[in-house]
């Protein structure tokens, strides 16, 4: 059964959908490739950058910049591929399918990007919170001691 539905399916195939279905393979690979490469080289120059190590922590940071830059790959591969083909029928594949790997991988990266943000954020609110509570400490005695009481030569303030 399989064999007759894939020997009818071939046959059914004429040379300008292979070429179409080739041409949709070859740019997800670019898309792929791209991706990889872009990952690589965003470690890399992390890593070499200052010649500390990376903090692990950080790793939000560096996967939203290189899902952004795969992004980019993606849309530039996928305008690319657009605009050498000139039957609009045959561009709806790449439009389609650079499209959604676009705004996915844009996606991806903003939110990894801002979810990093608030994660440093929060530790710099936990900061701020404890340099509040020692200056807090240290100035509370001087707050809550008594009010000093004039001396006999002083001559009381008036508010």
């Given at each position: 059964m399989i064999g007759t539905v894939s020997r009818a399916v071939l046959a059914a195939a004429t040379p300008e959908s292979e070429r179409v279905?080739?041409?949709i393979t070859r740019g997800y690979v670019v898309g792929a490739i791209a991706l990889v490469l872009t990952i690589v080289l965003v470690?890399?120059?992390a890593t070499r950058s200052g010649g500390a190590p990376v903090n692990?922590?950080?790793?939000?940071?560096?996967?939203g910049v290189s899902s952004l830059a795969a992004a980019a790959a993606v849309g530039i591969v996928g305008y690319l591929k657009l605009s050498v083909e000139p039957?609009?029928?045959?561009?709806?594949?790449?439009?389609?399918?650079?499209?959604?790997?676009?705004?996915?991988?844009?996606?991806?990266?903003g939110s990894l990007l801002v979810a990093e943000q608030l994660r440093a954020d929060?530790?710099?609110?936990?900061?701020?919170?404890?340099?509040?509570?020692?200056?807090?400490?240290?100035v509370?005695?001087?707050?809550?001691?008594?009010?000093?009481?004039?001396s006999s030569g002083e001559r009381p303030r008036e508010a």
């Open positions: 279905a080739d041409a470690i890399m120059f692990p922590r950080h790793w939000r940071f560096i996967l039957a609009v029928n045959h561009q709806i594949p790449y439009l389609a399918s650079s499209g959604m790997a676009l705004v996915l991988l844009a996606v991806l990266g929060e530790r710099k609110v936990e900061e701020l919170e404890s340099a509040i509570r020692s200056l807090a400490d240290a509370a005695p001087a707050v809550e001691a008594a009010p000093r009481r004039p």
